[in-house]
């Protein structure tokens, strides 16, 4: 009777909420008091409540008795097919008075809550590592036990979280559902797009504390940071080259197997990175917003304008451990390794001829060809090589002075 006339005489003396009946205010009391007295025998975790240890036993027996008459979802706990009901009613009760966001759950709601007050209750035993959600830290620790549970059946891809998993397939599919209302593009995960609207805001929320460069999302960050530590945990199975990202160790081994799966629309060249052919698509445009202030000198991507300023200051951080030689460019030093090793991978149909570098290989194939495209000015010869023209040059240098 007291559940129909609404009235609950029991009051709980911590948080002041109210029951109908004496059983429920005390099973409610183990909230406060952390008592779980019921063990569960095959996974070892302990409930409040003896209820809850059955919906439990139903997780490792597979049995799911509660299902969803709109979507045919199956659960092994009624309070999950309730909590699942509101995601077909859109109902969200639990409203966030910070930033407005609203949930259809509560204990989504104080999680959520959670991320304006910074509170990181739950801790990691092997690291230290803090999270606001002991599920964070279940999902953390497979980082130290190296679990991946969660296989692609596409490409056998292995991860150790089932929502990785999903993110994953998505490669797959194609499916990108999250579009960008600014300017059209698509993206596979939410989170995803979230980081995609910082571009349009230029919100760049994420820190590097030793440099102070800011980044839109802290994916970024992250790997940014292993450029001043160092780190590069991501090695080659097929020359021993380590990598500070994975993404790099992917592109790296293209080199091996010759993959270019990048082409570009104008002229046909392949590239084995994305970024490549972006970066190569400006040489058709002519776009080249990076200008050099000492000599005003203009490049289409910022990594060339960096090589280039070393052209000014002198800077030769690369040496070679064997004859002691510096270059600016780390690719001038693989270069010129080649050079002690006397490998000599580039090599001439026409007539066998190898070289140790594609650029040489280029310049021997116009012996072949007859191509002369470096003109002089003066007399109209034509050389091979820019090299043969600018040591003709010279000699109408030296005809000039005797005159």
């Known amino acids: ?90 109902e969200k009760p639990h409203f966030c008075e910070v930033c407005g966001s609203s949930f259809a759950q509560k204990s989504n709601f104080l999680t959520h809550m959670k991320t304006h007050t910074g509170e990181k209750s739950q801790s990691c035993e092997v690291c230290d590592s803090s999270f606001a959600q002991k599920s964070h830290v279940f999902r953390h620790m497979k980082t130290h036990t190296g679990e991946k549970p969660h296989s692609c059946e596409v490409c056998g891809s ?58 839109a999302r802290k994916s970024i960050l992250v790997n940014h940071v292993k450029i001043h530590t160092g780190e590069k945990p991501h090695s080659c199975k097929i020359c021993g080259s380590f990598f500070a990202h994975k993404s790099t160790l992917f592109d790296h081994i293209k080199k091996h197997t010759e993959e270019k799966p990048y082409s570009c629309e104008v002229c046909g060249s392949s590239f084995a990175r994305k970024s490549h052919l972006l970066c190569h698509i400006k040489t058709h445009t002519g776009y080249k917003p990076h200008s050099c202030e000492v000599c005003g000198s203009s490049f289409a991507r910022k990594s060339d304008l960096l090589r280039h300023m070393k052209t000014h200051t002198g800077e030769k951080p690369h040496s070679c451990e064997v004859c002691g030689s510096s270059f600016a460019q780390n690719s001038d030093l693989l270069r ?61 240098g030296r005809q000039t002075t005797f005159l």
């Open 1 to 90: 009777m007291k559940l129909n006339m609404g009235d609950k005489p029991y009051s709980c003396v911590v948080c002041e909420s109210s029951f109908a009946q004496r059983s429920h205010l005390l099973n409610h009391m183990k909230i406060h008091t952390g008592e779980k007295p019921y063990p569960c025998k095959v996974c070892d975790s302990s409930f409040a409540h003896k209820s809850t240890l059955f919906d439990n036993m139903k997780t490792h027996m597979g049995e799911k008795p509660y299902s969803c008459e709109i979507c045919g979802s199956s659960f092994a706990r009624k309070s999950h097919l309730l909590t699942h009901m509101k995601t077909h009613t859109e």
């Open 158 to 215: 292995s991860f150790a979280q089932k929502s990785t998993l999903l993110n994953h397939m998505k490669t797959h599919t194609g499916e990108k559902p999250h579009s960008c209302e600014v300017c059209g593009s698509s993206f596979a995960q939410k989170s995803t797009l979230f980081d995609h609207m910082k571009t349009h805001t230029g919100e760049k929320p994420y820190s590097c504390e030793v440099c102070g460069s800011s980044f």
């Open 336 to 396: 010129h390794m080649k050079t002690h090793t006397g490998e000599k991978p580039h090599f001439c149909e026409v007539c066998g001829s190898s070289f140790a570098q594609n650029s040489g290989l280029l310049r021997h194939m116009k012996t072949h060809t007859g191509e002369k495209p470096h003109s002089c000015v003066l007399c109209c010869s034509s050389f091979a090589q820019k090299s043969n023209l600018l040591t003709h040059m010279k000699t109408h």
